[in-house]
């Protein structure tokens, strides 16, 4: 069953230069037009299915909060179709659908009657309602009183407990602390497993990997990609932090001799490696200006190169061989464990590590960065991603290489903890 189906959405403001210009549009006696069209949204088609949990991505002003106040029925599309079958909650901007003159239990009441509930249904969720929330005796102060997270709190209490078809919540949680954070997506799960249709806006892209079937970026009105989360997620940081570039491999001059011990174990070949390396993951996401690349790893744990699967406990080895296309300067490496969802187990780069011979790097230099650590995963599957960044005068990041989950390791079986890390925890009996 479709919970909602948009088709050919579409929503145009005018703008105009000064105020006295919509005046003047309305009393031209020939309709002089002084306005110019925005459009907020164009081309809008989706269908999500009851159940589904979609995350809804795109950077500021890319049309997210606009589309769900079509879908909420805030606003009205300036053209195309829009069907939602089922009840909807939402929390939008904070105040949405609250009397800031009331105080707390007035709005809950209040919040109850534009949702259509009778005042017996009301009272029987009032306690439960307050008990969510939290907010001890401010329920009875005005909410024009409370704080950003009060009032989150209050608000995301009563549009759960008027046990919607379709919720929809924009960016709201962002606002509130980590610990009703936690209670919230725990209520979440719960609204999931029972057949709510979820939709949720985030910046967050570990919460809309971890808590979303579906997801769909939006960009300057338009719907960019849409899909399984982690591949969303993907397209999304890059739209965020640069763009893919097909660049032809240069011929390099003036490669520096390195040890060739430490070269050992790759070829002399300088095109890539990378991809015929055991570990590679051919569905790894790749972008950047590629001015700076990198090109070959390898993998090796006991003297065992490339093993079939990582021990628990034991040191593990990479390294990793990089090229400078062009001078470069404050060079950065960063690298990050995932788990096949998605989820960062960690995360650190050369900077933070402290490291500070990759200042300067000349055209044609080819360095080998080497990481060491014990591996303290739990069974399973994880994935690498790593990126080569350089900062300009004006400390800004520029991406050579991004290289997202480009590599896939495998930890054997452990059995003396559950979870995701081996926190080295003693027990003793006294």
């Keep these: 069953m479709i919970a909602i189906s948009a088709k050919n959405i579409r929503k145009i403001y005018p703008l105009y230069k000064k105020p006295i210009d919509r005046l003047k549009e309305t009393l031209h006696p020939l309709r002089k037009t002084y306005h110019t069209k925005f459009n907020a949204l164009q081309d809008i088609n989706f269908e999500i299915k009851k159940g589904d949990t979609v995350g809804i991505l795109g950077q500021n002003g890319s049309g997210k909060s606009t589309l769900l106040k079509i879908i909420t029925g805030v606003l009205t599309q300036t053209s195309g179709t829009l069907s939602v079958n089922g009840t909807i909650s939402s929390l939008l901007e904070l105040g949405t659908g609250f009397n800031p003159e009331l105080n707390g239990m007035e709005n809950i009441y209040f919040y109850g009657a534009i949702q259509g509930l009778y005042k017996e249904q009301i009272e029987e969720r009032v306690e439960s309602i307050c008990s969510f929330a939290d907010i001890g005796d401010f329920i009875y ?13 209050l608000a995301f209490a009563c549009a759960i407990h008027v046990e919607p078809d379709i919720l929809i919540i924009d960016e709201a949680l962002s606002v509130g602390d980590a610990k009703f954070q936690a209670k919230c997506f725990s209520k979440l799960s719960k609204l999931m497993k029972a057949g709510v249709t979820i939709l949720f806006v985030s910046h967050s892209t570990e919460q809309i990997i971890t808590h979303c079937n ?40 003036n490669i520096k001799e390195d040890d060739k ?23 790894e996401y790749r972008w950047g200006d590629r001015e700076a690349e990198i090109i070959d790893f390898v993998a090796y744990q006991d003297d065992r190169l490339f093993p079939s699967a990582m021990q628990a406990g034991i040191p593990f080895f990479l390294k990793f061989r990089f090229v400078a296309k062009r001078d470069l300067k404050n060079v950065i490496f960063g690298f990050a464990v995932k788990t096949k969802e998605g989820i960062t187990v960690y995360n650190t780069n050369s900077d ?5 011979s990759l200042e300067l790097l000349s055209i044609g230099e080819e360095r080998i960065l080497e990481i060491s650590m014990p591996i303290k995963l739990f069974t399973g599957d994880y994935f690498l991603s790593l990126g080569l960044v350089s900062k300009n005068e004006e400390q800004e990041i520029i991406p050579h290489d991004r290289r997202y989950d480009s590599i896939h390791i495998v930890v054997e079986p452990v059995t003396h903890f559950f979870g995701l890390v081996d926190l080295d925890m003693e027990m003793k009996v006294y």
């Design 214 to 253: 579906h997801a769909i970026l939006l960009e300057k009105g338009r719907i960019y990609t849409s899909g399984e989360p982690k591949t969303v997620v993907n397209t999304y940081l890059d739209l965020l932090f640069g763009k893919k570039k097909d660049t032809k491999t240069k011929k390099l001059k």
């Design 261 to 283: 011990s430490e070269k050992s174990t790759f070829t002399e070949d300088l095109n890539s490696q990378f991809e015929k390396r055991p570990y590679y993951n051919p569905s």
């Design 352 to 356: 933070m590590q402290g490291l500070k």
């Design 141 to 153: 102060q005005p909410v024009k009183s409370y704080s950003s997270g009060m009032f989150v709190r």
